[in-house]
């Protein structure tokens, strides 16, 4: 399939993208697709959006540009991070793709905005130079585990297994996030229940950047076991914004019943990033439970319009 598709599919895809009056989860579906057809055509695609209104959308941009790993999508972040008019949420998002694509000509970028007054954006540009380093340096000689998730993580795991030694690191609030970030992979890794309330009582960190982590590994996981921890975040309206959409979102990938439940209810939050990830995660889990072939099919859509 991948191979028939033409550039004129993929602006028809781009098409959907752009168009404010299509619900947000199609939008979303758009973009998922995008992304995995990669490429020049659907780079540019998705760059054209980022004077969007929403900072969820907008966010995902980033982030699936981050994951292609293509260095024509530097320029595009690159402004998104210096642009103090986008929301941080939106700016560590940049950063954070910048560092997935971990080119060292980004160092000096990347610096400049590691004391930025956003903090979110400050503390992720912290962890993707040292995520430079570590490609730079160790990360050909190391022998790591992958993420088994295919994701660019934003630090690699520790090179430990102890777990009382990663739960420790995990909450020691002296020591850097990038060092914290690699004990939660770790522990993301094993998927053990000890492993998965350690991650859970990650979410009392004091940085919001933390704790939305810890609600992405726990959407990666997909695993009943970390509902608990999701639902709490979630329902506590005093909490990140940032961090209740990346729960809402976890728990639409896991997708039972109470999860829904849950997104249901917060399908009016008062906050734009929190009901419109609610709206994404109930279109993710009717996915997850419905035999359909593939979640990104917005190109087959096309199709069959076409
Ligand atoms: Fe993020
Ligand atoms: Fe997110």
């Not at 540009?125 to 995520?131: D, F, P, V, Y």
């Not at 993580?153 to 020591?175: F, V």
């Amino acid at each position: 399939m991948m191979e028939n598709i033409n550039t004129q599919e993929i602006l028809t895809i781009g098409n959907v993208l752009i168009d404010t009056t299509r619900p947000m989860k199609e939008r979303f579906r758009a973009l998922f697709t995008l992304r995995n057809l990669g490429g020049e055509t659907a780079i540019q695609c998705i760059s054209k959006c980022f004077n969007d209104e929403s900072v969820l959308l907008k966010h995902e941009l980033a982030y699936c540009l981050g994951q292609m790993q293509d260095k024509n999508a530097i320029p595009v972040l690159r402004s998104v991070l210096e642009d103090k008019q986008q929301d941080p949420i939106v700016r560590h998002e940049a950063g954070e793709a910048l560092g997935a694509i971990g080119d060292p000509d980004l160092r000096e970028l990347l610096e400049r905005y590691k004391d930025d007054s956003a903090i979110e954006v400050a503390e992720t540009c912290q962890i993707a130079l040292e995520r430079l380093n570590w490609v730079a340096n160790d990360g050909v000689t190391e022998k790591l585990s992958k993420s088994p998730y295919s994701s660019i993580d934003p630090a690699p795991p520790s090179s430990t297994n102890d777990i009382k030694l990663l739960k420790d690191t995990l909450m020691d609030e002296s020591k850097p996030l990038y060092d914290r970030y690699r004990a939660m992979f770790s522990l993301r890794n094993m998927a053990t229940t000890e492993s998965i309330n350690a991650l859970g009582e990650g979410f009392k960190a004091t940085s919001a950047l933390f704790r939305h982590e810890v609600a992405f590994v726990f959407g990666q996981m997909q695993d009943v076991r970390s509902v608990p921890f999701l639902k709490m975040a979630l329902e506590d309206t005093k909490e990140h914004e940032m961090v209740r959409h990346e729960a809402a979102e976890a728990l639409g990938s896991i997708a039972t019943d109470e999860c829904i439940e849950v997104l249901k209810r917060y399908l009016q939050d008062p906050r734009p990033v929190v009901r419109e990830s609610c709206e994404v995660a109930l279109d993710m889990s009717e996915y997850e439970n419905s035999p359909e072939f593939q979640y990104a099919n917005t190109l087959l859509a096309v199709k069959a319009q076409g």
